[in-house]
């Protein structure tokens, strides 16, 4: 019997700052799908978009999600979406998948063993590792669109409000890479790492010690572990650095778009910042 004759009512709600009960349901729902949601997600999703998070709810009560962000007029579609959802999205969007990203659970203290025992082969990495406040959020978004290849200042002046961030600077006085770490949706679960962004490996390296150290000293989350989306392929170094963490795979999944691909530099891409919202 269609839901019109039982006398059902479907409506899709959009998800608003003051929607305190659907962004419970909303980060619930992640959470159930082990999407492992950061605590400040739904803030920042707002910032980026305020349109961009849809409940639907059948006679009142809420039973999916859908997050879609809008970055810039007829900008690619473009999302992550697991295997077994391939071909259906094949089939419903004509989508087109590129390369997979892995979605890891490391362990801090681990890692900064093996980050401070491995070495550079001899090359010298003459940048430094900076608070953001000693260079400016203005700086970091800046880089943040030429790697990300769109706009999202909102987005990430709230993110790096409530991260564990660094940005690496050469000599010359220009941002050669960032990355934050903020704290998961259950704060005994540990962190969410991204983005990463960085021109080498040496320096996604060396942010991420310099956060895995500060998480260490003074971190909110009882459990010293990080998830981390590593774009395997389309970076070899964002698979090399996920090698060198030694983490535990949690999930696959595959980066497709719909119209052509995002005018991102996928290739200084370490670690996704979100699979939400790119």
Not at 94 to 109: K, L
Not at 137 to 146: I, L
Not at 210 to 225: D, N, P, V
Request: hydrophobic residues 40%; charged residues 25%.
């Amino acid at each position: 019997m269609a839901n019109e004759e039982r006398g059902d009512k479907f409506e899709i709600r959009t998800l608003t700052k003051t929607s305190t009960g659907l962004k419970k349901y909303f980060l619930d729902v992640l959470e159930k799908e082990k999407y492992f949601p950061a605590l400040d997600d739904i803030e920042c999703y707002l910032a980026c978009d305020p349109t961009s998070l849809l409940v639907g709810e059948l006679n009142g009560k809420p039973t999916a999600i859908i997050a879609s962000f809008k970055y810039e007029e007829h900008a690619q579609v473009s999302f992550y979406a697991v295997p077994e959802m391939l071909e259906n999205y094949k089939k419903m969007f004509m989508a087109v998948p590129h390369w997979p990203v892995e979605m890891h659970m490391v362990d801090i203290s681990n890692a900064l063993a093996l980050l401070n025992d491995s070495t550079n082969g001899g090359a010298s990495l003459v940048v430094d590792i900076k608070q953001v406040g000693e260079i400016g959020v203005k700086a970091a978004c800046n880089y943040n669109t030429k790697i990300f290849g769109y706009k999202r200042e909102k987005f990430l002046e709230r993110l790096l409000q409530v991260s564990h961030a660094r940005v690496a600077v050469n000599q010359q006085n220009e941002i050669v890479g960032y990355a934050a770490a903020r704290v998961l949706y259950k704060p005994d679960s540990g962190y969410k790492v991204g983005p990463v962004f960085g021109e080498s490996f040496e320096i996604a390296k060396s942010l991420l010690k310099e956060i895995f150290q500060e998480i260490m000293e003074c971190g909110r989350s009882s459990k010293k572990a990080v998830v981390i989306n590593f774009p395997v392929v389309v970076n070899p170094d964002a698979n090399k650095l996920a090698k060198r963490l030694c983490g535990k795979i949690l999930m696959k999944c595959m980066f497709v778009s719909c119209n052509g691909l995002p005018k991102s530099d996928f290739t200084k891409w370490f670690a996704v910042t979100t699979l939400e919202a790119g």
